[in-house]
């Protein structure tokens, strides 16, 4: 789904692929799906991710919003965060950092939640002035 003005919504969603961009506009994401892909300009990201059955990948990428992602704790995470001018929240029960950077004008963290669990979702999500959120759902 594209759109130039204008939020985008796909709740309970179950797909192998879900490829969203908007220029002006939030994005909100809930259910499966093996690959997502989201991207906004002016706008945030909340991707609320159900169980998978399979492992998959979820590319976040937001200029000026925030990044909001709740995982359930049956889905192993293995996350790269990037943001330019926010911060960023690793908020999972059982997570650890591998690597973290905080430099001037870009900071980064690599980390791996729920090592035990089956399936994983490799998660990278970018933004620039806005903050990223991980949490358990």
Known sequence: AETVNGAIELEHQ??????VKTVNGSITLSGKAQDV???TVNGGIT???????????ADLKATTGSIHLYVPEDIRVEGKLKTNVGGFTVDLANHEILDEKKE??????SFVGNQQSS?????????YTGS??????
């Open 37 to 39: 892909d989201a991207e």
């Open 119 to 127: 399936p994983r979702v490799k998660v990278n999500a970018v933004t």
């Open 104 to 109: 001037f004008a870009q900071k980064s963290t």
């Open 47 to 57: 991707y609320k991710l159900d169980a998978l059955n399979e492992s998959g990948y």
């Open 132 to 137: 990223i959120l991980v949490k358990d759902r």
């Open 14 to 19: 179950e797909s192998d692929v879900v490829d």
